[in-house]
């Protein structure tokens, strides 16, 4: 039987109840939505794990706003909306989005003169997770300053047509919820920089 939670910082995610075989307490809950709080708290890397997002798989732009990745051939814009490179770090307001806000500023974008910018599908933002690492899940050298949150996709939840696939880059779980709620953005689009 799945139970659904309304706890600040996972509104709305479902967890299997305990009839389920696996079962968050309330009190797991309420820990996991203090991380999503606590965004300034610093990454923590296992350093028994080996990197799944290696810098070395990576190249970026000459001005630094783009990253491309040699391995999947995808350009990423490296900050999330609303944030912008200052030759250092992601620096400025995150903007969030409901899923249909996201799809239409995606592909309104023409950022770095580009005009085929999108909203990643859930398993090419999925490539961008650092499993070795979490708050955030992501490889902090390229990607500096993003705040560890939920970041939407493209991809419709098939068994629910009110909800859409997210990446929490917390601790890079990708999840669905509803597309109503409002979350981050970051753009994506198929070959290299230029």
Request: hydrophobic share 35%; charged share 20%.
């Amino acid at each position: 039987m799945m139970k659904r939670f309304f706890m600040a910082g996972y509104p709305g995610a479902v967890f299997p109840g305990r009839r389920g075989g696996i079962g968050l307490s309330r009190t797991a809950l309420l820990v996991v939505g203090l991380c999503w709080v606590s965004l300034a708290a610093g990454q923590t890397c296992n350093p028994q794990m080996r990197h799944t997002t290696p810098y070395r798989q990576f190249k970026t732009s000459e001005d630094g706003n783009l990253v491309f990745d040699r391995k999947t051939g995808l350009t990423w814009r490296r900050c999330l909306l609303g944030m912008q490179w200052d030759g250092v770090a992601c620096a400025g307001p995150l903007k969030t989005y409901t899923w249909q806000q996201a799809l239409a500023a995606s592909q309104a974008s023409t950022e770095h003169g580009f005009q085929d910018w999108r909203l990643p599908n859930v398993k090419e933002l999925k490539s961008l997770v650092e499993r070795a690492c979490s708050s955030p899940a992501i490889n902090t050298r390229l990607f500096y300053g993003d705040p560890a949150g939920w970041i939407w996709t493209a991809t419709p939840d098939a068994n629910s047509p009110e909800n859409a696939w997210f990446v929490d880059f917390n601790y890079g779980y990708d999840v669905t919820n509803f597309k109503s709620f409002s979350y981050g953005v970051r753009l994506v689009r198929s070959g290299p920089e230029r």
